[in-house]
């Protein structure tokens, strides 16, 4: 096997966004996506045993930022008639290889963004936004 083919470049993925009833977008302008998907664990007792005597995962979740042109947000929000980026909810963000064999995909769904965050720089030549999810694997 040619391990070539396993180096995937950011180049090498598509980001798709979509949120009902409003519409399905492909974020062209993507800096940065990164995403934990963590579970909590809790050991489990018994009486009569000091040590445990097992360990069982309870609570998935998954969190994250994305980071893209605020420009394109608000294209997305004035197309989709949403006032704010918070007002989203309920929506699927979908991260999917392009032409990789086998194909790497990660899906959140009844992902809602809980924050944003826009700087301004007066010698900035672009104004990325980022914005905060929490979400549930799809």
Do not use: W
Request: aromatic share 8%; net charge negative; charged share 20%.
């Amino acid at each position: 096997m040619a391990l070539q083919t396993l180096i995937l470049r950011a180049a090498d993925y598509k980001i798709h966004f979509d949120f009902n009833p409003s519409g399905n977008y492909d974020i062209k302008t993507a800096i940065r996506i990164d995403y934990t998907d963590d579970a909590e664990s809790e050991h489990v007792f018994a009486i009569g045993s000091f040590d445990a005597i097992g360990v069982k995962s309870n609570g998935a979740k998954i969190a994250g930022t994305i980071e893209f042109q605020s420009g394109e947000l608000a294209t997305i929000l004035s197309n989709a008639k949403v006032a704010r980026s918070l007002n989203i909810v309920d929506a699927t963000l979908s991260i999917t290889s392009i032409g990789a064999i086998p194909v790497f995909q990660k899906i959140i769904s009844n992902l809602v963004l809980t924050s944003e965050n826009l700087a301004f720089d007066n010698k900035a030549k672009h104004t990325p936004i980022v914005c905060k999810f929490d979400g549930i694997a799809g």
